[in-house]
């Protein structure tokens, strides 16, 4: 008895992570190339930031990019708010993530499901860059 017991819950196991490795079949998204119609929003999007020219931190801004199939962006986008009011910025992203998403739902596909914080940005030798992660690196476009 014990060692059907113990089979059928090894059994029952395997079922489980079979299913949970599966449920996330293709490959990432964020490793995806960006999709076609998107590739004039992302060329306005670099456009807007330009160089994101700043003489202090307070200057420096995040923006989410592109849209992962399971939710949440991308990545992260460093902007400076020097000489811009990101009006612009923010209503070509929020088309762009918006372009991703209903491509992705066309195409099927599907994400990691891992969350991409905002690392934040800082002004470093004039220039607004995102910040380190704790995790060795940073995610820039």
């Known amino acids: 008895m014990h060692t059907s017991t113990y089979s059928a819950l090894r059994a029952a196991c395997a079922a489980i ?5 599966s449920a996330c079949g ?3 998204a964020q490793d995806a190339p960006p999709v076609p119609g998107n590739a004039g929003l992302l060329a306005q999007i670099q456009a807007e930031v330009g160089t994101a020219a700043c ?4 200057q420096c801004q995040t923006i989410a990019i592109g849209a992962k199939a399971c939710g949440g962006p991308e990545r992260y986008l460093a902007w400076s708010s020097k000489d811009n009011d990101g009006k612009k910025l923010k209503a070509l992203a ?4 918006e372009a991703s998403r209903k491509q992705q739902q066309a195409d099927g596909m599907m994400s990691t499901c ?3 914080t905002d690392p ?3 002004c470093e030798a004039g220039r607004c860059v995102l910040q380190k992660s704790a ?3 940073s995610s820039a476009m």
């Open 120 to 122: 934040g940005a800082t």
């Open 135 to 137: 995790m060795g690196g």
């Open 26 to 28: 293709s490959a990432p």
């Open 114 to 116: 891992s969350i991409v």
């Open 94 to 97: 929020q088309a762009q993530a």
């Open 17 to 21: 992570l079979l299913l949970a490795t």
């Open 55 to 58: 003489d202090s931190t307070q």
